[in-house]
Protein backbone atom coordinates (compact mmCIF):
# COMPACT_ATOMS: atom_id res chain seq x y z
CA UNK A 1 0.00 0.00 0.00
CA UNK A 2 2.77 2.39 0.83
CA UNK A 3 4.64 1.72 -2.32
CA UNK A 4 1.45 2.35 -4.11
CA UNK A 5 1.02 5.71 -2.69
CA UNK A 6 4.51 6.63 -2.44
CA UNK A 7 4.74 6.26 -6.48
CA UNK A 8 5.06 9.86 -8.43
CA UNK A 9 2.73 8.25 -11.52
CA UNK A 10 0.07 7.44 -8.69
CA UNK A 11 0.51 10.65 -6.86
CA UNK A 12 -0.23 12.12 -10.05
CA UNK A 13 -3.68 10.15 -11.16
CA UNK A 14 -4.39 11.24 -7.39
CA UNK A 15 -4.20 14.72 -7.92
CA UNK A 16 -5.97 14.61 -11.57
CA UNK A 17 -8.59 12.66 -10.22
CA UNK A 18 -9.48 13.99 -7.19
CA UNK A 19 -9.56 17.84 -9.63
CA UNK A 20 -11.69 16.65 -12.15
CA UNK A 21 -14.01 15.21 -9.49
CA UNK A 22 -14.28 18.31 -7.70
CA UNK A 23 -15.20 20.10 -10.96
CA UNK A 24 -18.19 17.73 -11.30
CA UNK A 25 -19.01 18.52 -7.46
CA UNK A 26 -19.27 22.29 -8.13
CA UNK A 27 -21.94 21.19 -11.06
CA UNK A 28 -24.53 20.31 -8.70
CA UNK A 29 -24.93 23.32 -6.52
CA UNK A 30 -24.33 25.15 -9.92
CA UNK A 31 -27.33 23.90 -11.23
CA UNK A 32 -28.85 24.43 -7.59
CA UNK A 33 -27.75 28.34 -8.41
CA UNK A 34 -29.52 28.44 -11.59
CA UNK A 35 -32.76 26.92 -10.20
CA UNK A 36 -32.72 29.20 -7.57
CA UNK A 37 -32.22 32.18 -9.09
CA UNK A 38 -34.49 31.53 -12.29
CA UNK A 39 -37.31 30.08 -10.65
CA UNK A 40 -37.42 26.76 -12.29
CA UNK A 41 -37.58 23.56 -10.29
CA UNK A 42 -38.36 20.01 -10.87
CA UNK A 43 -40.18 19.19 -7.75
CA UNK A 44 -43.00 20.71 -6.59
CA UNK A 45 -41.72 20.57 -2.78
CA UNK A 46 -38.84 22.95 -4.04
CA UNK A 47 -40.72 25.38 -5.87
CA UNK A 48 -42.71 25.86 -2.49
CA UNK A 49 -40.10 26.29 -0.55
CA UNK A 50 -38.92 29.16 -3.08
CA UNK A 51 -42.34 30.61 -3.43
CA UNK A 52 -43.99 30.92 0.21
CA UNK A 53 -47.52 31.50 0.55
CA UNK A 54 -48.16 32.15 -3.12
CA UNK A 55 -50.20 29.48 -4.47
CA UNK A 56 -49.95 30.56 -8.32
CA UNK A 57 -46.07 30.74 -8.08
CA UNK A 58 -45.88 27.25 -6.47
CA UNK A 59 -46.90 26.09 -10.38
CA UNK A 60 -45.51 28.32 -12.16
CA UNK A 61 -42.00 27.84 -10.46
CA UNK A 62 -42.53 24.20 -11.77
CA UNK A 63 -40.62 24.29 -15.24
CA UNK A 64 -37.53 24.29 -16.99
CA UNK A 65 -35.08 26.68 -18.19
CA UNK A 66 -32.94 26.41 -20.92
CA UNK A 67 -29.69 27.53 -18.58
CA UNK A 68 -30.45 24.69 -16.01
CA UNK A 69 -30.76 22.41 -19.07
CA UNK A 70 -27.47 23.35 -19.98
CA UNK A 71 -25.63 23.10 -16.65
CA UNK A 72 -27.32 19.89 -16.52
CA UNK A 73 -25.80 18.35 -19.65
CA UNK A 74 -22.41 19.88 -18.61
CA UNK A 75 -23.03 17.93 -15.57
CA UNK A 76 -24.50 15.09 -17.35
CA UNK A 77 -21.35 15.07 -19.94
CA UNK A 78 -18.76 15.30 -17.08
CA UNK A 79 -20.20 12.15 -15.86
CA UNK A 80 -20.03 10.00 -19.36
CA UNK A 81 -16.52 11.33 -19.57
CA UNK A 82 -15.18 11.12 -15.93
CA UNK A 83 -16.16 7.59 -15.20
CA UNK A 84 -14.02 6.02 -18.27
CA UNK A 85 -11.31 8.26 -17.28
CA UNK A 86 -11.07 7.32 -13.38
CA UNK A 87 -11.52 3.74 -14.23
CA UNK A 88 -9.49 3.27 -17.17
CA UNK A 89 -6.72 5.43 -15.17
CA UNK A 90 -6.42 3.41 -12.31
CA UNK A 91 -5.76 0.54 -14.69
CA UNK A 92 -3.54 2.46 -16.67
CA UNK A 93 -1.61 3.42 -13.80
CA UNK A 94 -0.95 0.08 -12.54
CA UNK A 95 0.64 -0.49 -16.41
CA UNK A 96 3.54 0.98 -14.98
CA UNK A 97 4.19 3.75 -17.45
CA UNK A 98 6.25 6.61 -17.62
CA UNK A 99 5.72 9.86 -15.35
CA UNK A 100 5.81 12.38 -18.00
CA UNK A 101 3.71 10.23 -20.31
CA UNK A 102 0.84 9.74 -17.57
CA UNK A 103 1.10 13.33 -16.63
CA UNK A 104 0.81 14.29 -20.31
CA UNK A 105 -2.17 12.43 -20.25
CA UNK A 106 -3.92 13.28 -17.21
CA UNK A 107 -2.48 17.02 -17.58
CA UNK A 108 -4.46 16.84 -21.64
CA UNK A 109 -7.58 15.06 -20.17
CA UNK A 110 -8.19 17.61 -16.93
CA UNK A 111 -7.65 20.68 -18.98
CA UNK A 112 -9.90 19.16 -21.67
CA UNK A 113 -12.30 18.94 -18.88
CA UNK A 114 -12.26 22.32 -17.56
CA UNK A 115 -12.09 24.05 -21.17
CA UNK A 116 -15.15 21.67 -21.92
CA UNK A 117 -17.23 23.51 -18.77
CA UNK A 118 -16.17 27.05 -19.84
CA UNK A 119 -16.72 26.34 -23.20
CA UNK A 120 -20.85 25.03 -22.75
CA UNK A 121 -21.47 27.33 -19.95
CA UNK A 122 -20.42 30.51 -21.97
CA UNK A 123 -21.27 29.35 -24.19
CA UNK A 124 -18.79 29.34 -27.17
CA UNK A 125 -19.72 29.05 -30.76
CA UNK A 126 -19.15 25.23 -31.42
CA UNK A 127 -16.79 23.83 -32.49
CA UNK A 128 -15.11 24.65 -29.47
CA UNK A 129 -16.84 22.52 -27.41
CA UNK A 130 -16.89 19.72 -29.28
CA UNK A 131 -12.91 19.58 -29.84
CA UNK A 132 -12.42 20.22 -26.26
CA UNK A 133 -14.55 16.86 -25.37
CA UNK A 134 -12.57 15.19 -28.09
CA UNK A 135 -8.89 16.15 -26.61
CA UNK A 136 -10.10 14.20 -23.10
CA UNK A 137 -11.96 11.19 -24.78
CA UNK A 138 -8.54 11.11 -26.92
CA UNK A 139 -6.80 10.90 -23.71
CA UNK A 140 -8.54 8.20 -22.45
CA UNK A 141 -8.95 6.22 -25.29
CA UNK A 142 -4.93 6.43 -25.31
CA UNK A 143 -4.78 5.15 -22.11
CA UNK A 144 -7.15 2.17 -22.72
CA UNK A 145 -5.03 0.88 -25.53
CA UNK A 146 -1.88 0.89 -23.50
CA UNK A 147 -4.23 -1.12 -21.00
CA UNK A 148 -5.00 -3.61 -23.26
CA UNK A 149 -1.80 -3.77 -25.09
CA UNK A 150 0.26 -4.75 -21.91
CA UNK A 151 -1.89 -7.47 -21.21
CA UNK A 152 -5.18 -9.34 -21.48
CA UNK A 153 -7.40 -12.12 -20.17
CA UNK A 154 -10.61 -12.65 -21.86
CA UNK B 1 -2.56 -6.46 -1.81
CA UNK B 2 -3.06 -8.68 1.49
CA UNK B 3 -2.23 -5.61 3.14
CA UNK B 4 -4.46 -3.86 1.54
CA UNK B 5 -7.53 -5.98 2.00
CA UNK B 6 -6.22 -6.92 5.29
CA UNK B 7 -6.38 -2.76 6.27
CA UNK B 8 -9.35 -2.17 8.65
CA UNK B 9 -9.80 1.40 7.01
CA UNK B 10 -10.25 -0.38 3.44
CA UNK B 11 -12.33 -2.80 4.63
CA UNK B 12 -14.76 0.08 5.90
CA UNK B 13 -13.96 1.81 2.72
CA UNK B 14 -15.55 -1.55 0.79
CA UNK B 15 -18.23 -2.15 2.88
CA UNK B 16 -19.50 1.69 2.76
CA UNK B 17 -19.06 1.95 -0.93
CA UNK B 18 -20.41 -1.84 -1.44
CA UNK B 19 -23.40 -0.36 0.27
CA UNK B 20 -24.68 2.79 -1.55
CA UNK B 21 -23.89 1.27 -4.73
CA UNK B 22 -26.14 -1.24 -3.54
CA UNK B 23 -28.79 0.84 -2.52
CA UNK B 24 -28.28 2.74 -6.22
CA UNK B 25 -28.93 -0.64 -7.74
CA UNK B 26 -32.00 -0.89 -6.36
CA UNK B 27 -33.30 2.74 -8.30
CA UNK B 28 -33.61 0.91 -11.42
CA UNK B 29 -35.59 -1.71 -10.74
CA UNK B 30 -37.85 0.44 -8.59
CA UNK B 31 -37.75 3.08 -11.54
CA UNK B 32 -39.16 -0.18 -13.68
CA UNK B 33 -41.67 -0.94 -11.02
CA UNK B 34 -43.09 2.59 -11.29
CA UNK B 35 -42.88 2.68 -14.76
CA UNK B 36 -44.92 -0.80 -14.82
CA UNK B 37 -47.60 0.37 -12.17
CA UNK B 38 -48.47 4.25 -13.67
CA UNK B 39 -48.24 2.52 -17.13
CA UNK B 40 -45.41 5.40 -18.04
CA UNK B 41 -43.08 4.23 -20.87
CA UNK B 42 -39.87 5.35 -23.02
CA UNK B 43 -39.73 2.95 -25.32
CA UNK B 44 -42.16 1.90 -28.02
CA UNK B 45 -41.35 -1.89 -27.30
CA UNK B 46 -42.34 -0.95 -23.87
CA UNK B 47 -45.51 0.26 -24.16
CA UNK B 48 -46.20 -2.41 -26.05
CA UNK B 49 -45.14 -4.98 -24.08
CA UNK B 50 -47.13 -4.09 -21.73
CA UNK B 51 -50.77 -3.13 -23.91
CA UNK B 52 -51.06 -6.66 -25.15
CA UNK B 53 -52.96 -6.52 -28.40
CA UNK B 54 -54.70 -2.87 -27.38
CA UNK B 55 -53.16 -0.53 -30.28
CA UNK B 56 -54.73 2.29 -28.36
CA UNK B 57 -53.18 2.21 -25.14
CA UNK B 58 -49.48 1.51 -26.96
CA UNK B 59 -49.53 5.39 -27.20
CA UNK B 60 -51.01 5.85 -23.97
CA UNK B 61 -48.89 4.32 -22.18
CA UNK B 62 -45.67 6.02 -24.28
CA UNK B 63 -45.74 9.19 -21.79
CA UNK B 64 -43.84 10.84 -18.50
CA UNK B 65 -45.11 9.97 -14.63
CA UNK B 66 -44.25 12.74 -12.39
CA UNK B 67 -43.76 9.64 -10.23
CA UNK B 68 -41.35 7.75 -12.13
CA UNK B 69 -39.21 11.05 -13.32
CA UNK B 70 -38.69 11.49 -9.27
CA UNK B 71 -37.19 8.46 -9.01
CA UNK B 72 -35.19 8.81 -12.25
CA UNK B 73 -33.81 12.07 -10.78
CA UNK B 74 -33.18 10.44 -7.17
CA UNK B 75 -31.29 7.89 -9.32
CA UNK B 76 -29.45 10.51 -11.22
CA UNK B 77 -28.51 12.70 -8.21
CA UNK B 78 -26.89 9.29 -6.22
CA UNK B 79 -24.73 8.93 -9.76
CA UNK B 80 -23.42 12.16 -9.13
CA UNK B 81 -22.53 11.95 -5.65
CA UNK B 82 -21.34 8.22 -5.52
CA UNK B 83 -18.98 8.83 -8.36
CA UNK B 84 -17.13 11.25 -6.64
CA UNK B 85 -17.31 9.60 -3.08
CA UNK B 86 -15.92 6.39 -4.88
CA UNK B 87 -13.01 8.29 -6.48
CA UNK B 88 -12.11 10.47 -3.86
CA UNK B 89 -12.50 7.72 -0.92
CA UNK B 90 -9.86 5.35 -2.26
CA UNK B 91 -7.98 8.12 -2.68
CA UNK B 92 -8.44 8.93 0.82
CA UNK B 93 -8.05 5.33 2.07
CA UNK B 94 -4.06 5.38 0.40
CA UNK B 95 -3.63 8.37 2.92
CA UNK B 96 -3.78 6.10 5.48
CA UNK B 97 -6.17 7.95 7.55
CA UNK B 98 -7.26 7.01 10.98
CA UNK B 99 -9.66 4.34 11.71
CA UNK B 100 -12.20 6.56 13.36
CA UNK B 101 -11.75 9.49 11.28
CA UNK B 102 -12.65 7.79 8.15
CA UNK B 103 -15.46 5.63 9.63
CA UNK B 104 -17.00 8.98 10.35
CA UNK B 105 -16.64 10.10 6.76
CA UNK B 106 -18.14 6.68 5.54
CA UNK B 107 -21.06 6.57 7.53
CA UNK B 108 -21.85 10.77 7.18
CA UNK B 109 -22.20 10.05 3.38
CA UNK B 110 -23.45 6.41 3.55
CA UNK B 111 -26.46 8.13 5.84
CA UNK B 112 -26.80 10.93 3.78
CA UNK B 113 -27.39 9.06 0.70
CA UNK B 114 -29.79 6.84 2.52
CA UNK B 115 -31.86 9.92 4.20
CA UNK B 116 -31.75 11.77 0.41
CA UNK B 117 -33.10 8.54 -0.70
CA UNK B 118 -36.04 8.73 1.56
CA UNK B 119 -36.45 12.64 1.58
CA UNK B 120 -36.94 12.83 -2.35
CA UNK B 121 -39.22 9.40 -2.39
CA UNK B 122 -41.86 10.27 0.49
CA UNK B 123 -40.96 13.08 -0.16
CA UNK B 124 -40.37 15.52 2.58
CA UNK B 125 -40.56 19.32 2.68
CA UNK B 126 -37.58 21.06 1.74
CA UNK B 127 -34.59 21.85 2.88
CA UNK B 128 -34.58 17.98 4.01
CA UNK B 129 -33.43 16.64 0.99
CA UNK B 130 -31.71 19.54 0.53
CA UNK B 131 -29.87 19.18 4.34
CA UNK B 132 -29.51 15.40 3.23
CA UNK B 133 -27.38 15.73 0.14
CA UNK B 134 -25.41 18.54 1.59
CA UNK B 135 -23.86 16.76 4.59
CA UNK B 136 -22.73 13.75 2.06
CA UNK B 137 -21.33 16.67 -0.40
CA UNK B 138 -19.45 18.25 2.77
CA UNK B 139 -17.98 14.32 3.31
CA UNK B 140 -16.75 14.03 -0.13
CA UNK B 141 -15.09 17.34 -0.12
CA UNK B 142 -13.26 16.69 3.25
CA UNK B 143 -11.89 13.58 1.74
CA UNK B 144 -10.77 15.34 -1.16
CA UNK B 145 -9.23 18.41 1.15
CA UNK B 146 -7.17 15.11 2.96
CA UNK B 147 -6.06 13.18 -0.47
CA UNK B 148 -4.45 16.60 -1.83
CA UNK B 149 -3.26 18.02 1.13
CA UNK B 150 -1.07 14.97 1.44
CA UNK B 151 0.91 14.90 -1.62
CA UNK B 152 0.01 16.61 -5.19
CA UNK B 153 1.97 16.09 -7.99
CA UNK B 154 0.68 18.73 -11.15
CA UNK C 1 1.90 -3.19 -6.85
CA UNK C 2 3.80 -5.97 -8.89
CA UNK C 3 1.60 -8.08 -7.16
CA UNK C 4 -1.43 -6.63 -7.97
CA UNK C 5 -0.89 -6.20 -11.47
CA UNK C 6 0.88 -9.89 -12.21
CA UNK C 7 -2.70 -11.37 -10.21
CA UNK C 8 -4.98 -13.51 -13.43
CA UNK C 9 -7.93 -12.23 -11.69
CA UNK C 10 -6.87 -8.61 -11.43
CA UNK C 11 -5.58 -8.71 -15.58
CA UNK C 12 -9.36 -10.11 -16.17
CA UNK C 13 -10.95 -7.45 -14.13
CA UNK C 14 -8.70 -4.89 -16.16
CA UNK C 15 -9.47 -6.45 -19.38
CA UNK C 16 -13.29 -6.64 -19.09
CA UNK C 17 -13.87 -3.27 -17.11
CA UNK C 18 -11.10 -1.61 -20.28
CA UNK C 19 -13.70 -3.21 -22.70
CA UNK C 20 -17.20 -1.92 -20.79
CA UNK C 21 -15.84 1.78 -20.61
CA UNK C 22 -14.74 1.47 -24.03
CA UNK C 23 -18.14 0.52 -24.79
CA UNK C 24 -19.84 3.32 -22.92
CA UNK C 25 -17.57 5.58 -24.81
CA UNK C 26 -18.49 4.84 -27.84
CA UNK C 27 -22.25 5.72 -26.61
CA UNK C 28 -21.04 9.51 -26.54
CA UNK C 29 -19.91 9.80 -30.09
CA UNK C 30 -23.29 7.73 -31.24
CA UNK C 31 -25.18 10.46 -30.06
CA UNK C 32 -23.73 12.97 -32.01
CA UNK C 33 -24.25 10.76 -34.87
CA UNK C 34 -27.72 10.70 -34.47
CA UNK C 35 -28.03 14.46 -33.75
CA UNK C 36 -25.66 15.60 -36.36
CA UNK C 37 -27.68 13.47 -39.49
CA UNK C 38 -31.43 14.02 -37.79
CA UNK C 39 -30.44 18.03 -36.99
CA UNK C 40 -31.79 17.00 -33.67
CA UNK C 41 -29.55 19.48 -31.71
CA UNK C 42 -29.78 20.60 -27.76
CA UNK C 43 -27.93 23.47 -27.91
CA UNK C 44 -28.85 26.83 -29.82
CA UNK C 45 -24.43 27.21 -30.48
CA UNK C 46 -24.93 22.98 -31.97
CA UNK C 47 -28.00 24.38 -34.01
CA UNK C 48 -26.26 26.92 -35.74
CA UNK C 49 -23.45 24.96 -36.49
CA UNK C 50 -25.21 23.05 -38.20
CA UNK C 51 -27.78 25.17 -40.10
CA UNK C 52 -25.28 27.58 -42.07
CA UNK C 53 -26.87 31.05 -42.20
CA UNK C 54 -30.26 30.07 -42.51
CA UNK C 55 -32.19 31.82 -39.49
CA UNK C 56 -35.35 29.25 -39.67
CA UNK C 57 -33.32 26.03 -39.93
CA UNK C 58 -31.62 27.01 -36.70
CA UNK C 59 -34.67 27.01 -34.61
CA UNK C 60 -35.64 24.05 -36.22
CA UNK C 61 -32.63 21.71 -35.80
CA UNK C 62 -33.56 22.60 -31.95
CA UNK C 63 -35.28 19.63 -30.84
CA UNK C 64 -35.97 16.39 -29.48
CA UNK C 65 -35.65 13.20 -31.93
CA UNK C 66 -36.59 9.57 -30.42
CA UNK C 67 -33.49 8.14 -32.00
CA UNK C 68 -31.08 10.45 -30.34
CA UNK C 69 -33.02 10.24 -27.20
CA UNK C 70 -32.85 6.12 -27.22
CA UNK C 71 -29.18 6.41 -27.67
CA UNK C 72 -29.16 8.61 -24.46
CA UNK C 73 -31.43 6.31 -22.73
CA UNK C 74 -28.75 3.25 -23.72
CA UNK C 75 -25.47 5.61 -22.37
CA UNK C 76 -27.35 6.50 -19.24
CA UNK C 77 -28.50 2.85 -18.24
CA UNK C 78 -24.56 2.11 -19.35
CA UNK C 79 -23.62 4.78 -16.92
CA UNK C 80 -26.40 3.18 -13.66
CA UNK C 81 -24.83 -0.15 -14.02
CA UNK C 82 -21.15 -0.01 -15.44
CA UNK C 83 -20.59 2.25 -12.51
CA UNK C 84 -21.24 -0.29 -10.11
CA UNK C 85 -19.78 -3.15 -11.75
CA UNK C 86 -16.35 -1.29 -11.72
CA UNK C 87 -16.46 -0.25 -7.67
CA UNK C 88 -17.85 -3.71 -6.61
CA UNK C 89 -15.74 -5.57 -9.05
CA UNK C 90 -12.87 -3.77 -7.83
CA UNK C 91 -13.64 -4.64 -4.13
CA UNK C 92 -14.25 -8.45 -5.33
CA UNK C 93 -11.20 -8.58 -7.01
CA UNK C 94 -9.46 -8.00 -3.71
CA UNK C 95 -11.41 -10.60 -1.91
CA UNK C 96 -8.98 -12.85 -3.87
CA UNK C 97 -11.97 -15.11 -5.83
CA UNK C 98 -11.45 -18.45 -7.93
CA UNK C 99 -10.58 -17.28 -11.69
CA UNK C 100 -13.06 -19.44 -13.30
CA UNK C 101 -15.52 -17.49 -10.95
CA UNK C 102 -14.09 -14.60 -11.42
CA UNK C 103 -14.01 -14.83 -15.11
CA UNK C 104 -17.48 -15.79 -15.16
CA UNK C 105 -19.34 -12.92 -13.54
CA UNK C 106 -16.43 -10.54 -15.64
CA UNK C 107 -17.89 -12.50 -19.04
CA UNK C 108 -21.45 -12.49 -18.13
CA UNK C 109 -21.12 -9.09 -17.28
CA UNK C 110 -19.53 -7.81 -20.28
CA UNK C 111 -22.00 -9.92 -22.30
CA UNK C 112 -24.86 -8.58 -20.64
CA UNK C 113 -24.37 -4.79 -21.14
CA UNK C 114 -22.93 -5.41 -25.00
CA UNK C 115 -26.62 -7.13 -25.36
CA UNK C 116 -28.40 -4.69 -23.71
CA UNK C 117 -27.24 -2.28 -26.10
CA UNK C 118 -27.51 -4.06 -28.86
CA UNK C 119 -31.34 -4.49 -28.23
CA UNK C 120 -31.97 -1.26 -26.96
CA UNK C 121 -30.63 -0.10 -30.46
CA UNK C 122 -31.93 -2.27 -32.98
CA UNK C 123 -34.84 -2.43 -30.57
CA UNK C 124 -35.64 -6.15 -30.19
CA UNK C 125 -39.11 -6.44 -28.74
CA UNK C 126 -39.37 -6.62 -24.80
CA UNK C 127 -38.71 -8.68 -22.38
CA UNK C 128 -35.06 -9.14 -24.23
CA UNK C 129 -33.53 -5.88 -23.35
CA UNK C 130 -35.22 -6.13 -19.72
CA UNK C 131 -33.65 -10.17 -19.21
CA UNK C 132 -29.97 -8.43 -21.10
CA UNK C 133 -29.98 -5.74 -17.90
CA UNK C 134 -31.09 -8.50 -15.84
CA UNK C 135 -28.45 -10.66 -16.06
CA UNK C 136 -25.67 -8.08 -15.61
CA UNK C 137 -27.13 -6.40 -12.82
CA UNK C 138 -27.37 -10.03 -10.51
CA UNK C 139 -23.72 -10.87 -11.73
CA UNK C 140 -23.12 -7.13 -9.70
CA UNK C 141 -25.46 -8.60 -7.02
CA UNK C 142 -23.34 -11.46 -6.22
CA UNK C 143 -19.96 -10.26 -6.20
CA UNK C 144 -21.20 -7.58 -3.59
CA UNK C 145 -22.68 -10.71 -1.99
CA UNK C 146 -19.28 -12.04 -1.86
CA UNK C 147 -17.64 -8.58 -0.70
CA UNK C 148 -19.53 -8.14 2.39
CA UNK C 149 -19.76 -11.85 3.16
CA UNK C 150 -15.84 -12.12 3.32
CA UNK C 151 -15.58 -8.95 5.59
CA UNK C 152 -17.52 -5.90 6.74
CA UNK C 153 -16.61 -2.69 9.13
CA UNK C 154 -19.52 -1.15 9.63
Redesign the interface.
Known sequence: ?????N??V???Y??Y??IV??K??L???LT?YFRVTRKAF??P??A??HSGKDEENRKKYLRTDHEV??VR?C?Q?D??????F???GL?YV???PGLSTA?LHFRIFAGSRIFHTIAYLV?????A??LG?LVG?GA??SM?YR??KI????
Do not use: C, K, Y
Request: no cysteine; net charge negative.
Open positions: MSELISEFLASTTTLLMLMGPGANEDRAERRHNLENIVPIGILLTDLPFPQPRGWWTLAVLGMHL
